[in-house]
């Protein structure tokens, strides 16, 4: 199943139209900048089968993930915070496991 990414973009869309809770599960992710602006708007996350406050890992979140995927992680979060849905994200997934390979 594909992720679902949160841009702090998208959280302020989310806002204007009232929303107040983000329902999220394992196949989510909000970025760190995302995570901020909800906390400075008030709006709290709904986590499945756990509950969580905005910032805290989903509750089936692997404790230690391996350095490569967790910098892939948060150089796909930061290229999609920064172009949101201007980037096809498997075409960046592609990109970015190239890129780390080579490292």
Known sequence: MPKKF?????ID???AQGVTRLDVDTN?????????????LGMGINA???AQTP????????????????????????VLARLG???DAALLDAIIARVLARA
């Open 85 to 87: 849905d201007q980037v």
């Open 6 to 10: 949160y841009t702090e973009r998208d």
């Open 28 to 40: 989510t992710v909000i970025t760190a900048l995302a995570k901020d602006r909800m906390t400075k």
């Open 13 to 15: 869309a989310l806002h």
């Open 55 to 78: 910032g805290a890992a989903p509750a089936s979140a692997p404790s230690g993930p391996s350095p490569a995927s967790n910098l892939a992680g948060q150089v796909k979060a930061a």
């Open 48 to 50: 499945a089968g756990a």
